[in-house]
């Protein structure tokens, strides 16, 4: 707790630079793709170039038959299966190279090996597969019709899972129907995306004849889980498999996941028994690999005629493509829907039917803020729509409808144990920090450019860090329990962390010390970080779900202070004094009259053994620990987002003239690391809002294929975002911190919408649909003059 | 994502340039910034034999001022009018237009002719130089010929361009002093490339008054007598003269296509009584 720590330049809640940056920031990164191993040889893979159709036939050319691998060539290798234990949930299984059948365009049927990439892609261009096209499955509506196309025949239908929170209150729901003085109902839908990290993915395997194993560089959250499925699929047991994930640039779920593409490499490497590299290009991850955040609700709200919740209803669909991937599955995504959709708010009544179903598209993946982005869109949404039926100002309604500050810890309807702060103050400070008032004048007056403002927010939790009880229920193949960290001394007092979370941006190598700093006195200099290799870390499943500070950097302080406890014995010993009486001041043990410094500790323990104790405690100066909370259920960090734009009712465009974000994420340990994740973050949500859209043809193609047409945003797109934070500490974890690496990812598009449809009003239009391009802004006028047109009598 | 097998040139005269180009029998491609023809390599859309790298070619790097005109050389990157490294005839607007080209990364290798011979109609010069009435240099095998921009571009990807032709420089004529021009452009983030183009031209003194709808499926529409329909727009209402110029521009009436090139020309009309004329 805050309470309990001393002030240190460089520990908890400094905002110190990056150890990384002295590499990153040089160009000097270790990626993948930068590794050089001799011998090395590049793959191509032939991919699908229809989304749904057997195939018949594969012809390849004649001079290179040893160099192209099929599925029958792949003996032994398992396909991906990723099996929810939620009842009634439908396996699929992907074969790392396609079984007869391809049900998305982008998956492999060949693999094509040469020594250099652009001639590998010379002998994929030169295999010709036959196929018998049948109807794509395209749309998650028409997926559910009766007469819809099947990507997986045996299913019978295409839902992998159906989930309902609730089913029991039909009376209750029929009665809010006749009674309840507010009933609003929104309609959303929101894109399917594809995750652009900086670097795509990639890996090279290698055949270790010393150690007999695979190795595998690959750039992964989750090296250690990795390695479980790799060594699953391929018939290995985990010992003769090591995964490295080298320097990754960006994860946000689009490395959360084993590849196919690492199966295939990994078992060519050990064919040939050379290194084999594979690295994704830009089309690729376009193409073949856009995963994410497609969500269709059908959401009601009942309230009081003071705009008090009563009660939500909700139907929801999520679009998880063709197969489910490991370790996170099909399902999660639409399930968590289902099990967080009321965010911040208290009720009386909530019901939520979900459908997890399957197209022939990318298989879903949880990107940054998993299904929040989309469940606070739906619910903020309709917030706005009560605030208008009960003529109050947007945020009054939060506030009435709020978890307290007072009611924490609050378990909320769907049992999620909201662990502390004050949710209304967030939403308080956020109307001050845009000044709201201003606003509302401003946009009362004429503007004479003729686009109009519009105000908009959102307020939600994030749970972070929720492990084996929240997880277990899912039955997903990984589920996180104890967090472990290692930290050992050299003799000259260098502190080595091995942890097996990984950093992908996050700063890690910086927080993780700065929390060993903390406890131990020592400076940054003197402590390294090692991250993502399964190698030479403790078995962990990774980093996601806004777990690792929390988990990883709890345990790196626990096994600190364990250390400093074996530390304090050495240094009573060597300071003839009762244990009670020694003390850690900076990084030196503090006696009634004397002191010994870490370092000197160290070296007497390693190399001067003789000045210890008969009876010295014989575990040393290494220790390896595991975390769990206090309670598992996970930190729920929480924010308001504001923002102010114009729309320009002429040609659609939305600019956003001011953001404001009041993030409470507990104690933060490097303040400016949090808040570059917080624009990182909320740089993502603008692109969900306003920019990213994977479009297909009724035919199942990716309608985008380079970066001129799936548009990102860029630096002129993200306005200066202002953020103020709040620090409640957490009460269940060891520094009072709570997970915070997605949270800047899901407001916005909430906030966005509300403010644009803010801004529409006056002319009577609305959108209900992400993202907000200018063609929907102009379609939204345009319809609302069509329904204009149509009220007037003749 | 890596180009198939090239061979690769780089010839130090015009007339080499063009033998290379007509030794590969069309299966060459003249190489100037790379920007479009090197992305399309990666992705085999193209497959060029060979490539002839035009960028060692002096007469295609010289900027050459004359009275009435300034020619500059096809291989002058983008970066270079930005900076306003070679004499602008329009009094700044090529400066400006320049630096609404994608991004400087962009910029500095791409070039004024390689652009103009991609031929994309979303792209800046090959709408702004025959609103301007430049004239394309080119030469080929049987020598150098002139092509007025107007007729430059002949479809999308497509200019009058023979296969064997290398573009060497743009003439672009002086404007007055007291000329008036705008280009506007609307895209969904700078740098992207525009989804409506418009600009206008009124030079008095030469007796020229020009309007022109870029961005469209095909080549743009250019009218020379456009002093009805300027100022029909400046009232800032398309009426008759506006829709019927969009329709000649093969838009479709209540399409987003038509509405946003309406208001395209709308801003740029407004633009030409304005010192810089031009915005996006």
Known sequence: MTNTLTMNQQGIGASVQRKEDERFLKGQGQFVANLRLHGMQDVAFVRSPIAHGFITHIEKPENHLQNIFTLEDLTGVKPIVANSGLPGFKSSEQYVLANKKVRQVGEMIAMCLAPTRAQAEDIASQVFVDFDEIPAVVDMRQARAKDSALVHEHWGDNIFLETYVGADLGPVFDKLRQNAPIQVNRKLRTARQSMAPMEGRGCVAYWDKREAQLVLYTAAQMPHINRTGLAQCLGLNEGQVRVISPDVGGGFGYKGILLAEEVCVAWLAMRTKQPIRWIEDRREQLTANANCREHDYDITAYADADGRLLAIDCEAMVDSGAYSSYPFSACLEAAQVGSILPGPYKMDHYRCRTWSVATNKPPILPYRGVARTGVCYAIESVMDDIARMAGLEPYEVRLRNLVQAHEMPYDNITKKHFDSGDYPESVRRAVKAIDLDAWRARQLSIQPDGKKIGIGLSVFCEQGAHGTSVYHGWGIPMVPGREPAGVKLTPDGVLEIRVGVHSHGQGMETTLAQIASQVLGLPLDSIRVTLGDTGTTPYSTGTWGSRSIVMAGSAVGQACKILRTRLLKIAAWILKEELETVQWKGQAAVGKNASVELKELATIWYLKPQLLPADVDTQGLEVITTYQAQRDTGTFSYACHAVAVSVDPADGKIELLDYVIIEDGGVLINPMIVDGQVIGGAAQGIGTALYEEMRYSQDGQPLASTLADYMLPGATEIPAIRIEHMETPAPYTEFGQKGIGESGAIGPPAAIANAVNDALSSLGARVDELPISPFVVLEAIKQSELKKMKVIPS | ?280
């Open chain 2, 1 to 280: 994502m890596k180009s198939a097998n090239f061979i690769f040139n780089k010839p130090e005269t015009l007339e080499l340039a063009i033998n290379l180009l007509a030794e590969s029998q069309g299966m060459g491609k003249p190489l100037a910034g790379g920007q479009s023809l090197g992305p399309m390599m990666n992705m085999r859309l193209a497959q060029p034999e060979s490539l002839i790298d035009i960028t060692a070619l002096a007469e295609l790097a010289q900027t050459e001022e004359a009275e009435r005109d300034i020619t500059i050389g096809a291989s002058i990157t983008h970066a270079q009018i930005e900076d306003g490294l070679v004499a602008d005839p329009a009094g700044g607007l090529l400066r400006r237009v320049a630096a609404g080209i994608a991004y400087r990364a962009v910029r500095n290798k791409g070039t004024l002719g390689g652009s103009l011979v991609h031929a994309d109609p979303a792209a800046d010069w090959i709408n702004l130089m025959p609103l301007l009435n430049a004239t394309m240099l080119v030469a080929g095998p049987q020598g150098k010929r002139e092509i007025d921009a107007v007729n430059w571009m002949i479809g999308t990807f497509t200019s009058a361009l023979e296969e064997n032709e290398i573009l060497v420089a743009i003439r672009i004529p002086k404007l007055s002093s007291d000329a008036r021009r705008s280009y506007y452009k609307i895209v969904r983030k700078p740098g992207e490339f525009s989804e409506a183009t418009a600009g206008f031209l009124i030079d008095a003194p030469r007796n020229i008054c020009n309007a022109l709808i870029g961005a469209t499926d095909g080549p743009p529409v250019y009218l020379s007598e456009a002093k009805e329909l300027i100022g029909e727009l400046k009232s800032g209402q398309a009426g008759s003269l506006t829709s019927a110029a969009l329709i000649s521009a093969g838009l479709e009436p209540d399409t987003h296509a038509y509405r946003l090139h309406e208001v395209a020309m709308l801003r740029a009309a407004a633009l030409l009584d304005t010192k810089e004329g031009e915005m996006q």
